[in-house]
């Protein structure tokens, strides 16, 4: 398996413009973590999903960002209308599961600037 | 609340010589606590769990012990390659990993 895949690695986008960030987990495992990280905050969990459907949002800052998951092997997150706040690495991660101090396998993250 | 907290921030390291990083933890109730390592535009890497203390668990250089209150991550005769960013969390009840804030260890030749 090639692991946890996310597109685009880099966006820069401009204040205002919607953002799409899509991940690929790995094939069989059943949850699937959206975390965002910054210098200031390190890594937060944002959103994660079990069997595609989402468990808990408690972490998405504002209701400008949301998540799906239409099928087990994609997800996006989408930040609508973007700001310069958001910029940071979001990263997509996948566990096997069901145990919840299973191993989670990261992707390569995308780093997102907002101008 | 569950809080990971890390220390020391950065670490700076000739090659061989041996050092320890430190994560201390308050949770209500442990489920494991985890070790990560993370390469600069690389996503964490999965290192080591640890359940109950007294429990260590060795990778090449890289040993992990816990106790109830901290995790220690030992480093013995470190390489060039050792350099990066060494992340512990730990899961809270509802399958959320909560991470400490990391030590970046630079290793020189």
């Known amino acids: 398996d090639a692991g946890v895949i996310q597109s685009p690695r880099h966006e820069v986008t401009e204040m205002g413009q919607e953002v799409t960030l899509r991940c690929k987990p790995i094939?069989?495992?059943?949850?699937l973590f959206w975390y965002r990280q910054t210098m200031m905050r390190g890594l937060e969990l944002l959103i994660y999903?079990?069997?595609?459907?989402?468990?808990?949002d408690s972490g998405m800052p504002e209701d400008r960002f949301s998540a799906k998951m239409p099928n087990a092997s994609f997800s996006t997150l989408k930040i609508q209308p973007s700001e310069p706040r958001d910029s940071a690495v979001y990263f997509c991660a996948s566990t096997a599961g069901p145990e919840f101090n299973t191993e989670a396998f990261f992707g390569q993250g995308t780093r997102l600037t907002v101008v | 609340e569950d809080q990971v907290t890390q220390s020391p921030e950065a670490l700076r390291l000739q090659e061989g010589e041996s050092s320890s990083l430190n994560c201390s933890y308050t949770?209500?109730?442990?489920?494991?606590l985890f070790w990560y390592r993370q390469d600069p535009g690389k996503g964490p890497e999965f290192l080591f769990t640890?359940?109950?203390a007294g429990e260590e668990k060795e990778k090449e250089r890289l040993k992990a012990t816990l106790t109830k209150k901290e995790s220690f991550l030992h480093i013995t005769a470190p390489k060039p390659e050792d350099s990066a960013t060494y992340l512990c969390a730990v899961p809270s009840n509802d399958y959320k990993l909560s991470f400490g804030a990391g030590t970046t260890v630079t290793v020189r030749a």
């Open positions: 094939s069989g495992h059943d949850y």
């Open positions: 949770v209500s109730g442990l489920r494991g």
């Open positions: 999903f079990n069997n595609n459907v989402p468990i808990d």
């Open positions: 640890l359940y109950s």
